[in-house]
């Protein structure tokens, strides 16, 4: 390497350097450290339910006795509330709720039959 291209070198990776450092204080300036809200489960031989952050999550383990079964809150005095939405076969269902619920209640909507029930 000639004079010329050592001090070319060094210049760049000293500028490279300093944009890696820029990079990294921008980059984790954006990192959100807060506290995520714990998340509540309850399980029974049919289904397991979790929720954080107003999204719940129904994992059907087992089929259940119909194919029309609508998921809905349970509010703080442990009656149905709002239509989460209707679930299946087995697998995994994801839900959003306005407010915090105390737990779920899964009915077969045609017969109007309460097929199971979880609060956290």
Do not use: C
Not at 75 to 97: C, D, H, K, M, P
């Amino acid at each position: 390497m000639t004079l010329g291209l050592r001090k070319a070198h060094k210049f760049s990776w000293v500028l490279i350097a300093i944009a890696g450092i820029v990079f990294l204080f921008f980059t984790i300036q954006q990192l959100n450290f807060q506290p995520q809200e714990s998340s509540k489960t309850n399980e029974n031989e049919q289904i397991k339910i979790s929720m954080s952050n107003h999204q719940v999550e129904v994992i059907v383990k087992s089929s259940l006795k119909t194919s029309s079964s609508v998921v809905y809150a349970v509010n703080s005095n442990g009656e149905r509330g709002e239509a989460l939405g209707q679930v299946g076969a087995v697998g995994i269902y994801t839900f959003n709720t306005s407010n915090p619920i105390q737990g779920i209640v899964i009915v077969d909507q045609i017969k109007d039959v309460e097929l199971t029930k979880l609060n956290f």
